[in-house]
């Protein structure tokens, strides 16, 4: 074990691989509702998202919402809200996850322009809060409490 995670775990968190994509995005795996997706781990995203064709694939009841999401060069983007949803990274979980839903095309394509797989979403830092975050960013790790 690295030093990081000894120290990290008597304190009860919990060690999550990460991946630098070509993008240089740090990628994870993550379940919602048990069901796995790749994701961008984004400290600079309010709030966790999914894109509207992963509505049904993630089992999420959807409903409108009167926010608009901006980010990664968009503004102004319809969103929908999913509430009460399981949230696994690692043996990390949550079972009161809310999910922003908006359309995530642009930033897939961003990705495609590099080579670098799509994404489902991305993890925000509503969930980094939540579970104290760390990032190791040397050890392509990151811990949740």
Known sequence: MDKIFDALKSK???K????VSKTHHLVIKAKI?????NFI??????SSCVGFGDVEHFKLMAEDSLTKAAGAGAVGMDTQVST???LQL????????????FNMEHVNLALEQYKAKPVH?????DILMKGKGI???NGEHFYLK
């Open 12 to 14: 009860g968190y919990k």
């Open 16 to 19: 999550i691989k990460l991946k």
């Open 33 to 37: 509702n048990g069901i796995e997706g």
């Open 41 to 46: 781990l984004d400290t600079g995203a309010s």
């Open 84 to 86: 009460n949803n399981t």
């Open 90 to 101: 690692g043996r990390w979980k949550t079972d009161d996850f809310s999910l922003v839903i």
């Open 121 to 125: 979403g991305i993890i925000g830092a």
């Open 135 to 137: 990032i190791d960013y």
